[in-house]
């Protein structure tokens, strides 16, 4: 079994800046890509950025210049940098990684259990 942990949400005010982290643990033989979502209330969990295990990276458009996606393979963890925060950003931010546990086996979605972010104006 494998499990992602986030951490770093919290309040910020509009402009401010937060840092999100996602540690996965257990049962790891690789991971391949790992992303952040979000979800904020009364709408559906869209994606925010994406990153390969080689380091390419993805961005929805709405967060493109804003946000930049890292790992640290050797941690397995991911990260997630927020500049630039405003209301639009505001929602429950999760983490996804797609994670191989054998050499035998395709790599299996685990998700995180969410860390809100709160935008004050």
């Known amino acids: 079994q494998v499990q992602l942990v986030e951490s770093g949400g919290g309040l910020v005010q509009a402009g401010g800046s937060l840092r999100l982290s996602c540690a996965a643990s257990?049962?790891?033989?690789?991971?391949?890509?790992m992303a952040w979502y979000r979800q904020a209330p009364g709408k559906q969990r869209e994606l925010v950025a994406t990153?390969?295990?080689?380091?390419?990276?993805n961005y929805a458009d709405s967060v493109k210049g804003r946000f930049t996606i890292s790992r640290d393979n050797a941690k397995n963890t991911v990260y997630l940098r927020m500049n630039s925060l405003n209301s639009e950003d505001a929602g429950a931010y999760y983490c996804?990684?797609?994670?191989?546990?054998?050499?035998?086996?395709?790599?299996?979605?685990?998700w995180g259990q969410g860390t809100q972010v709160t935008v004050s104006s």
């Open positions: 990153i390969t295990s080689g380091g390419s990276t």
């Open positions: 257990g049962r790891i033989f690789s991971i391949n890509d």
């Open positions: 996804n990684a797609k994670v191989r546990d054998s050499v035998l086996r395709q790599p299996n979605d685990y």
